[in-house]
């Protein structure tokens, strides 16, 4: 099943707008948002040591209506590529979470979720396997359960290690390709010296995928940074974020904010119930944004601006490459 936007040829036109319009840092996006983060709730049940979560976030909590949840989906469904049901709490504390997943994958949108891994009991196993789930990522960080436990704070190390196993298990009982397993390290002071032995751990356990992330800043977290954080994030290079060329997230309470980073919802760009998903994505702030990526000053706020993004890059990855990987997770649906 091909989205709109595929020619006879395969090629992907809004690929081809996206790749234009950030290359040029243009204002004005003639193409649909392909990526939406949406916020099942910003309650979790941990308080990891990288993480807003650990005393940073302010905004009010709570979980999102499943009617919300449904007027995203109907407004996107027709050209949506993937939604990544995670901004910044966990998942599956959400009641509808599996409702959720299967509304917007039976939409023929490639479904993604990142979790802490705690609360993925075995009827919560069993549910992830008929979801229709596409793509699961462990936040998991070590293997070694002093480094595990100090760094994923509230966490008992075997539990999570326990869950992540019996989903694995009962995948390849059951011989599904969905969904993909993926297992996450943030490169960290902490975590540094563990990343070969996490990667081998990994591949041995029988994820699909294992991804090494650097560490961020959160624009204004500085003194999480200097505790745990290798990197400077005054490099002197720039590198234009490609983020608000190609997605949205948008909150538990229908706010909507340029990306996974915001987690104040420091910079709006509008409300679902107020807007049109479409009518936000080319609204003035949003407008205002891609274009601020010529000059990184962003208008009235320090988003962007203190963004390790921007001088740190996710990988070592050239320019083209990173363009390339952020398309390549876009078109993740197509790998169906
Ligand atoms: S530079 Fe950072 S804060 Fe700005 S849009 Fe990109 S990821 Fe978000």
Redesign the pocket.
Known sequence: MVKQGKDKFGIDRDYLKFIKAYTLCQEKADYPFQWLMVEPTNHCNLKCVMCPQAGKITREKGYMEFSLFQKIVDESKDFLKSMQLFHSGEPFLHPRIFDMISAAASKNIYTLINTNGTLLDENKAGAVLDSGLHSISFSFDSFHKETYESVRVGANYEKTLQNMERLLKRKAQKNLKWPKTIIEIVEMLDTRPHIDCFIQQAKNMGFDDVRVWKFHNW?DADEVADQHNPFSINTGSFYP?E??FFLMAVYWDASVA??C??YNGSYPLGNVIESSLQSIWNGSQARQ?RGSMRTRM?PKTR??RD?S??TVPRSNRSLAGRLFCSYARIIGAFRR
């Open positions: 624009t974020c983020y608000p340029p990306c980073i915001d944004l962003t988003l962007c963004c993004f921007l």
